[in-house]
Nanobody
Framework: QVQLVESGGGSVQPGGSLRLSCVVS???????MGWYRQAPGKERELVAK???????NYADFVKGRFTISRDSAANTLYLQMNSLKAEDTAVYYC???????????????WGPGTQVTVSS
């Protein structure tokens, strides 16, 4: 059974910070892990991703503000978000492209999402 559980979302003022976490279970190996977001009426978009060999990729609108990282021992993916802007308001989703422990094929797995609201 594969499960992704996000936490750390909430409401902050512009310029504030949040740290999102995603605890992954049931994955034997992975190609990439990442964070995506979707605002109301907008398409889901990539925020940041990290590959199994440690390469990172960021969307232009978060470069210099957000940092993606992972803790292998804890099977946890993180997104540190600083200097938040109102336009960062969205539901943020954790994604893993990997193999379950019981199967040989690779699939994309998604968490249920966590709301980030930047206002006031």
């Amino acid at each position: 059974q594969v499960q992704l559980v996000e936490s750390g979302g909430g409401s902050v003022q512009p310029g504030g910070s949040l740290r999102l976490s995603c605890v992954v279970s049931g994955i034997s190996s992975f190609n990439a892990m990442g964070w995506y977001r979707q605002a109301p009426g907008k398409e889901r978009e990539l925020v940041a991703k990290i590959t199994s060999d440690g390469r990172t990729n960021y969307a232009d609108f978060v470069k210099g503000r957000f940092t993606i990282s992972r803790d292998s021992a804890a099977n946890t993916l993180y997104l540190q978000m600083n200097s938040l802007k109102a336009e960062d308001t969205a539901v943020y989703y954790c994604n893993v492209n990997g193999r379950p422990s019981f199967y040989s094929l690779t699939y994309d797995y998604w968490g249920p999402g966590t709301q980030v609201t930047v206002s006031s």
